[in-house]
């Protein structure tokens, strides 16, 4: 285990408002170790950075490679004023330590990139986190603009997988799934996220969350999505009321011990 970034994982980036939470966090340090380890490289991607929660995790595991920030970064804009978002993201990064790099941020709509202006900037990607717009029509063309910037090897993050506050993100997700049953399955469903690879690397990933010393605090359930055989890395409530009840108390720093 990775003492320094769990400390980051359960710590820093609690302090950053956003949405992804420590067993997803954990999924993507073991991913992207497991293709550091294996000398699968490439850029990385994220659609939907809000204040940079997920973005800063991405920078943190992965310093020294190239990632970039897709984002609208149009929240608290008033027309006579610049957008409160953007100037919060670059804050946030000052605050950690990991300064955004403006080169590598496209501000505006992501169904309207083209493949090209991500590759020019950080190569072809081996991970696209995929949490910008929610509506169908944000997903099938999200899911087309990291398709077409992907390694063979690399994986596809969707955010909102079967939460019913977004139902069309899983119509979307099993359309890209079922149009490109071919190419793509998904290997691993956590509560929130559905990750996704080429066909080949499917039975590499499925190991790699097997294995990784992070994701030993899950239950492992083998389960099936269209075809593809998945695991599920369940959180039984009686772990995350632990974890709650620790954070509201004041006991952040001890919160990471939850997960071990
Ligand atoms: C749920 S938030 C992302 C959360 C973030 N990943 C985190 O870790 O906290 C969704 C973000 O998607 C952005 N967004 C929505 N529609 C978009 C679009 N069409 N193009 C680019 N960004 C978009 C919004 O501005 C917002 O910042």
Not at 32 to 48: M, N, T, V
Not at 118 to 135: A, E, L, N, P
Request: proline fraction near 3%; charged fraction near 25%; include cysteine.
């Amino acid at each position: 285990m990775d003492t320094g970034l769990r400390k980051f994982i359960f710590r820093d980036l609690q302090t950053i408002e956003g949405y992804i939470d420590p067993p997803d966090a954990l999924v993507f340090l073991s991913l992207l170790r497991a293709q550091k380890k294996s000398g699968l490289e490439g850029g990385i991607a994220e659609i939907g950075v809000f204040y940079g929660r997920s973005y800063f995790l991405l920078k943190k595991i992965s310093e020294g490679d190239r990632i970039l920030a897709i984002d609208l970064f149009d929240l608290g804009q008033t027309p006579d004023a610049a957008s409160t978002q953007y100037a919060r993201f670059i804050a946030n990064g000052r605050r950690l330590g990991l300064a955004v790099d403006e080169e590598l941020v496209i501000r505006g709509d992501s169904t309207l990139m083209r493949a090209d202006e991500i590759t020019r900037k950080v190569g072809r990607t081996r991970f696209f986190s995929i949490d910008g717009g929610h509506t169908l029509q944000h997903i099938a063309a999200d899911s087309r603009l990291a398709t077409d910037t992907l390694a063979d090897h690399g994986i596809i993050a969707f955010d909102d997988t079967f939460n019913p506050a977004w139902p069309e993100v899983t119509v979307g997700v099993a359309d890209f799934l079922r149009d490109r049953k071919d190419m793509f399955s998904t290997f691993c469903m956590t509560k929130y996220k559905t990750y996704v690879c080429r066909n080949e690397f499917h039975e590499f990933y499925l190991n790699a969350i097997a294995k990784a010393p992070d994701l030993l605090a899950f239950d492992h359930v083998e389960t099936e999505f269209l075809g593809a055989k998945v695991t599920r890395l369940h959180n039984p409530i009686s772990r995350r009321m632990v974890y709650e009840l620790m954070v509201r108390s004041g006991m952040r720093a001890l919160s990471e011990r939850v997960y071990r």
